[in-house]
């Protein structure tokens, strides 16, 4: 794996927020073999400069989190992560809340499926 750069979208509690579109902070991690994740910098987003805007926009234009290797949320809708895949970024949801517990579940293998993306925004 060498290194990797992870973001966890998070709520102001520091939970794994519930939906990629619409969380507004990130927290990036730096994550080296055999090392626990370090936490690099976050990210603290615009309305205007969430996922779900810049995906509906279509300008094009990059967004911060293609910087990142792997995005971590609790759901997303397709059309996002297909967006940040087309810049080589993975999104993938858990129903961990723990940023850091998802981290090590991803990097052992066992990261719990996250809700649909269609019941997170029903329960938003």
Partial sequence: MAEQLIAVAVTDQGTIAAHAGRALQWQVYLVADGADPCLAWTLDL???GC???WHVRGDGDRHPLHF???AIAASAGEGVRR???ERETALLTTSETDPEKAIAAYRSGNLPAGLPHE???NSQ
């Fill in 46 to 48: 615009t309305h205007f």
């Fill in 51 to 53: 996922l779900h805007e």
């Fill in 68 to 70: 990142v290797d792997l």
């Fill in 83 to 85: 967006r940040l895949q």
């Fill in 119 to 121: 019941k997170a925004c």
